[in-house]
């Protein structure tokens, strides 16, 4: 016999109290409305600009627990949201008025080394995956920030330092349990259902709930490095020439990234550069030889450095490195295609706009490539591979005081960069911006096949609490209006 639901005080707003005992007899999870103990602490998200009410939170154990979520949000016309990790920047995790369909008891992870794969449950989080990969010297691709949630990082396809070594994380996607929209419970794969498969690998948010990853393992018992580079603004020209040459001739176990903004106290370079605008240069090596790594970011001193660290580490330690403390939060993004020096140009004078007057926004370039533009651009619905650098302009901020001008200096930030090179944008860094930017971030002709898989399998688009695909006979006219 399953066990009961824990007892929560209270109904759900517009979920009548019978409703809720009748789902609470054979739900195993917690089931919190409004005024319960733990409510608020379960509705919270990351970007704190995010404060949502939902009429039902379902905290699921299983399987069971969320297809009897979905069927009870469907019969009561109530709308669905999914939390993972609770990391997109726009909370799509929770929803006013609606059941919050939440995995994050669901985390965890089991590994087998001889097969060199590992299963994942779907509230699981990039350092529940990394630490227990690492206990057999294996390691896939998660994200930068280890507190993301590895469902919907891996949906929207999931790059970070393993990327250009081995793949996004969807490439490294074997198998999806995913619970659909009537309830019912399904195993994809590439041979039971290829065209849902692909669609899951890039736009997998938008078919259902995923409540368990195989993923394929790599060999990685090695310690990893990386290092950063200080450049005073003045010189950042051709300090980022040299960058760009380096990542286009660049080991696939090699990372960069860029970011110009305002030096804080912690920087290791003069004291007389705290609180100025400086580009920072990091590089990541993945490789086997820790001492290739460190040679090969040596033509990142090109220009005159301020100053410089390298770090010799663990993997784990590499991704526990980043973590992001709940706090208000607003990007933009890009990918861009063509990098000339107009690009970096337009990419230092939006850093120095931004913190011209007051500390306000960062931008950043990430590097791609590598085995991410080895696959080829139809292997999975993620679009784009032929990117070298996903740009952001970013702002994180604690006083809602500050959400105009935070915001403001953000988009005009991304504006001056994407004006010169925009070849699309990566779906993990969208924001509320439109469905003809949801379309841009896969291209017109995937676009209009994931509006065919989504119209099989959600055709009345329960899941669309997230960047969407409108099945392909519901049109455009319903999707929200971008900024």
Same mark, same amino acid.
């Given at each position: 016999?399953?066990?009961?639901?824990?007892?929560?005080?209270?109904?759900?707003?517009?979920?009548?109290?019978?409703?809720?005992?009748?789902?609470?007899?054979?739900?195993?999870?917690?089931?919190?409305?409004?005024?319960?103990?733990?409510?608020?602490?379960?509705?919270?998200?990351?970007?704190?600009?995010?404060?949502?009410?939902?009429?039902?939170?379902?905290?699921?154990?299983?399987?069971?627990?969320?297809?009897?979520?979905?069927?009870?949000?469907?019969?009561?016309g109530?709308?669905?949201?999914v939390?993972?990790?609770?990391?997109?920047?726009?909370?799509?995790?929770?929803?006013?008025?609606?059941?919050?369909?939440d995995?994050?008891?669901?985390?965890?992870?089991?590994? !087998?080394? #001889?097969?060199?794969?590992?299963? @994942?449950? &779907?509230? +699981?989080?990039?350092?529940d995956?990394?630490? %227990?990969?690492? $206990?057999?010297?294996?390691?896939?691709?998660?994200?930068?920030?280890?507190?993301?949630?590895v469902?919907?990082?891996?949906l929207?396809?999931?790059?970070?330092?393993?990327?250009r070594?081995?793949?996004?994380?969807?490439?490294?996607?074997?198998?999806?349990?995913?619970?659909?929209?009537?309830?019912?419970?399904?195993?994809?794969?590439?041979?039971?259902?290829?065209?849902?498969?692909?669609?899951?690998?890039g736009?997998?948010a938008?078919?259902?709930?995923?409540?368990?990853?195989?993923f394929?393992?790599?060999?990685?018992?090695?310690?990893?490095?990386?290092?950063?580079?200080?450049?005073?603004?003045?010189?950042?020209?051709p300090?980022?020439?040299?960058?760009?040459?380096?990542?286009?001739?660049? !080991?696939? #176990?090699?990372?960069?990234?860029? @970011?110009? &903004?305002? +030096?804080g106290?912690?920087?290791?370079?003069? %004291?007389?550069? $705290?609180?100025?605008?400086?580009?920072?240069?990091?590089?990541?090596?993945?490789?086997?030889?820790?001492?290739?790594?460190?040679?090969?970011?040596?033509?990142?001193?090109a220009?005159?450095?301020?100053?410089?660290?390298?770090?010799?580490?663990?993997?784990?330690?590499?991704?526990?490195?980043?973590?992001?403390?709940?706090?208000?939060?607003?990007?933009?993004?890009?990918?861009?295609?063509e990098?000339?020096?107009?690009?970096?140009?337009?990419?230092?004078?939006?850093?120095?706009?931004?913190?011209?007057?007051?500390?306000?926004?960062?931008?950043?370039?990430?590097?791609?490539g590598?085995?991410?533009?080895?696959?080829?651009?139809?292997?999975?619905?993620?679009?784009h591979?032929?990117?070298?650098? !996903?740009?952001?302009?970013?702002?994180?901020?604690?006083?809602?005081?500050?959400?105009?001008?935070?915001?403001?200096?953000?988009?005009?930030?991304?504006?001056?960069?994407?004006?010169?090179s925009?070849?699309?944008?990566?779906?993990?860094?969208?924001?509320?911006?439109?469905?003809?930017?949801?379309?841009?971030?896969?291209?017109?002709?995937?676009?209009?096949?994931?509006?065919?898989?989504?119209r099989?399998?959600?055709?009345?688009?329960?899941?669309?609490?997230?960047?969407?695909?409108?099945?392909?006979?519901?049109?455009?006219a319903?999707?929200?209006?971008?900024?």
């Amino acid at each position: 016999m399953a066990m009961r639901a824990k007892d929560v005080s209270g109904a759900a707003e517009g979920v009548r109290s019978d409703q809720l005992a009748a789902l609470r007899r054979t739900f195993r999870g917690e089931l919190l409305s409004p005024g319960s103990n733990g409510y608020d602490a379960a509705r919270q998200v990351w970007n704190l600009m995010v404060d949502h009410r939902p009429a039902l939170i379902a905290r699921c154990l299983g399987v069971g627990d969320v297809a009897a979520a979905i069927r009870f949000a469907r019969d009561r016309g109530l709308e669905v949201s999914v939390r993972g990790g609770g990391h997109s920047i726009v909370g799509h995790a929770v929803i006013d008025g609606g059941v919050m369909v939440d995995l994050s008891l669901m985390r965890g992870v089991l590994v !087998d080394p #001889a097969r060199q794969r590992a299963q @994942v449950q &779907g509230g +699981a989080l990039i350092a529940d995956l990394d630490r %227990e990969t690492q $206990h057999f010297g294996l390691a896939t691709t998660g994200g930068v920030a280890y507190d993301t949630g590895v469902a919907g990082y891996t949906l929207g396809g999931g790059y970070g330092w393993l990327a250009r070594r081995v793949g996004l994380a969807c490439d490294n996607l074997v198998s999806v349990e995913l619970v659909t929209a009537d309830g019912s419970r399904e195993v994809v794969t590439a041979e039971s259902d290829a065209e849902l498969f692909w669609a899951l690998r890039g736009a997998g948010a938008n078919f259902g709930v995923a409540t368990l990853f195989e993923f394929a393992l790599h060999p990685l018992d090695h310690p990893v490095a990386y290092g950063d580079v200080f450049v005073d603004i003045d010189h950042a020209g051709p300090a980022l020439r040299a960058f760009r040459d380096l990542m286009a001739e660049a !080991d696939d #176990a090699l990372t960069l990234n860029a @970011v110009v &903004g305002v +030096a804080g106290p912690s920087f290791p370079i003069p %004291e007389i550069h $705290h609180g100025r605008v400086v580009l920072t240069m990091s590089w990541i090596w993945v490789g086997d030889d820790v001492s290739v790594g460190e040679q090969l970011g040596r033509p990142l001193h090109a220009a005159p450095v301020l100053g410089e660290r390298v770090v010799r580490t663990s993997y784990v330690d590499l991704q526990t490195g980043a973590e992001r403390i709940r706090q208000r939060a607003y990007w933009k993004s890009s990918l861009l295609r063509e990098v000339g020096d107009d690009v970096l140009d337009a990419f230092v004078a939006a850093g120095v706009t931004a913190n011209a007057n007051d500390e306000l926004a960062t931008v950043e370039l990430i590097a791609l490539g590598g085995a991410i533009a080895r696959h080829g651009e139809d292997d999975s619905a993620y679009g784009h591979r032929d990117a070298v650098f !996903d740009f952001l302009a970013i702002s994180t901020w604690t006083d809602a005081a500050e959400d105009g001008a935070r915001m403001s200096a953000a988009r005009t930030a991304w504006q001056q960069v994407a004006q010169t090179s925009d070849a699309g944008v990566y779906v993990n860094n969208l924001g509320l911006e439109g469905v003809e930017r949801v379309r841009q971030a896969y291209g017109a002709e995937k676009f209009e096949r994931l509006t065919r898989v989504k119209r099989r399998v959600d055709p009345d688009n329960i899941f669309r609490h997230n960047q969407n695909i409108p099945p392909a006979s519901f049109g455009l006219a319903r999707q929200s209006k971008g900024h």
